[in-house]
């Protein structure tokens, strides 16, 4: 029983430590391939976010089964199952604007008409000022 517990720790922290690198990765990626990034983990069926939000949900159901049997308070129930809800719908959220993001990681189609530069919203540049 320890092995598995040490081994399942030990891949939280592997996983831990590879988020950390992606992480970095992510801040220095140019453009393009940052987009690419958070196209994959923001995809709610086969990215990151999908599978935090599942992983979120089991824990939750741990916890209905161990607070019913008096071993956890209900509150740790209630608060993984909060936020189980709140990540599906972040994850919802983000959906609509996931093909935003794949615009921008697809690669740059060559055409004869000049395209204009990109201009900022409204939004960003109140963000400046």
Do not use: C
């Not at 598995?4 to 939280?12: R, W």
């Not at 615009?103 to 055409?111: F, I, N, R």
């Amino acid at each position: 029983m320890t092995d598995t517990i040490s081994s399942s720790v030990q891949l939280v922290d592997a996983i831990a430590a590879q988020l950390h690198q992606l992480r970095r990765h992510l801040a220095l990626a140019p453009p393009r391939e940052a987009a690419q990034i958070l196209a994959h983990v923001l995809d709610y069926d086969t990215g990151l976010l999908g599978e935090v939000t599942e992983l979120v949900e089991t824990g939750s159901r741990f916890a209905k089964v161990n607070s019913e049997r008096g071993v956890l308070p209900p509150e740790v129930w209630l608060a993984l199952g909060r936020a189980a809800n709140e990540l599906h719908s972040v994850g919802i959220d983000l959906t609509e604007h996931t093909g935003a993001i794949q615009k921008v990681a697809a690669p740059a189609v060559e055409s004869s008409s000049p395209t204009a530069a990109p201009i900022a919203s409204a939004m960003i540049i109140r963000r400046r000022r």
